[in-house]
């Protein structure tokens, strides 16, 4: 929730200045007025951006070292002020710095955490706020551990499988450049003395050397324009859930996403519903960690239909929120009152499908970017030694 420095009167008519944490001014107003104190003023607290990007890896040293203190029999100052000294991530050390002199101040740890949203997800604040309730804060941060680990774990994957294509695709744009700036022109300076007609593929190629110095701008214009396009539609709402629509219809990559939704919700309703979290919260903050805005929205009408008083499978099926093999382990994991760990293990067993659809894919797209590296080199090169190959009838 937002923080608000406040200005009042004491019943005794002394200046009190202090920071509270609501969720409007308004409301804050209200408490203090309920308090006894005359409100003077209320301004909303700016908080410095934090600069840096947060690793997820560095989440889970963190996550992992401040539970093992905590195991340990220290107080909860006294654990954030050991595992806050994180020279390897600053930004990261800053956010955990401000909450510890919060929590000093009387905070609670989650509600600290809750104004760092972009260090901690809501994940990670609901746990806590559940372990604060429940005051068995080290089994919370125990199932978020883990939670994390597997979400690692996966990003991972995904970036092992995307690692190779995009080497590939940088290697062609950068042979491509060489050829054009630095080979090609070269050759159009040795057949200009030929005073022969050329091969008309090497003479459209020449064309496009000649023009390179007009050409290269109107591709880099037009790839900024692209990118440009891409995030402002990306910053806005409504262009998200448009494009993460698109993307889910796409033949293959449409497969992978959904997969990879469905392991990423299964893991987060695991976590939280194993740290005591009511299922409708639970969802509910689940939706908020997800990235594909269209698939949240049906994570949203499938709460609502809860909410209502229908079975989590039976929600599920109606919104086509996960596939048919996965609401028969939802609905064997109501009836036995093990829904945390079937869903656990429905996160297992799509994250399993996703590695192997991605090594599948991965199998095809390799040799398909080879493919295409030999054939626009290969094709470069034989067009440029096309006139070679006649160089007799040219010289006779």
């Not at 203090?32 to 997820?56: D, F, M, P, T, Y």
């Not at 229908?310 to 609905?331: E, F, G, H, N």
């Not at 009836?335 to 994250?351: N, T």
């Not at 398909?368 to 590296?373: D, G, K, P, Q, R």
């Amino acid at each position: 929730m937002p923080a608000f420095f406040y200005t009042a009167l004491t019943s005794q008519g002394a200046l009190l200045r202090g920071e509270g944490v609501a969720s409007s001014a308004d409301v804050l107003r209200r408490e203090l007025s309920e308090k006894g104190l005359l409100v003077q003023s209320i301004q909303a607290r700016r908080e410095r951006a934090l600069i840096g990007r947060l690793r997820l890896e560095d989440l889970l040293l963190f996550n992992q070292e401040f539970k093992a203190l905590i195991g340990a029999g220290l107080t909860l100052p006294d654990a954030l002020a050991l595992a806050a000294d994180r020279p390897d991530a600053p930004h990261l050390e800053q956010a955990l710095r401000r909450i510890l002199a919060e929590v000093r101040e009387g905070s609670t740890l989650s509600d600290a955490c809750a104004r760092h949203p972009e260090v901690f997800d809501p994940l990670f604040i609901a746990a806590v706020r559940i372990g604060e309730k429940t005051g068995n804060l080290l089994d919370v941060l125990g199932h978020y551990h883990g939670f994390l680990q597997q979400r690692v774990a996966l990003r991972k994957k995904v970036g092992q499988a995307l690692a190779y294509p995009v080497f590939l695709l940088i290697t062609l744009v950068v042979v491509l450049a060489a050829l054009f700036v630095f080979v090609l022109p070269r050759f159009v300076s040795i057949y200009a003395d030929f005073g022969a007609e050329l091969p008309l593929a090497t003479r459209m190629l020449i064309a496009v050397v000649d023009h390179v110095p007009l050409i290269a701008p109107i591709f880099a214009a037009a790839a900024i324009a692209l990118w440009l396009g891409y995030r402002r539609l990306a910053g806005s709402a409504a262009g998200r859930l448009r494009m993460h629509r698109v993307r889910a219809r796409l033949p293959m990559l449409g497969n992978v996403m959904i997969m990879l939704n469905v392991a990423q919700l299964a893991r987060s309703l695991s976590a939280l519903l194993a740290a005591g979290t009511p299922l409708v919260e639970a969802m509910r903050t689940a939706e908020l960690s997800l990235s594909d805005r269209a698939y949240a929205e049906s994570v949203t009408r499938t709460a609502d239909l809860v909410t209502e008083g229908v079975s989590l499978a039976d929600a599920m099926d109606t919104t086509r929120l996960m596939p048919p093999t996965a609401v028969k382990m939802v609905k064997v994991g109501e009836a036995s009152g093990r829904l945390d760990s079937m869903l656990a293990e429905v996160a297992g067993f799509f994250e399993e499908r996703l590695d192997n659809r991605l090594t599948r894919l991965m199998t095809l797209i390799e040799p398909a970017l080879m493919l295409l590296i030999g054939v626009f080199i290969g094709g470069i090169i034989v067009t440029m030694y096309l006139p070679i190959f006649s160089l007799a009838d040219v010289v006779r």
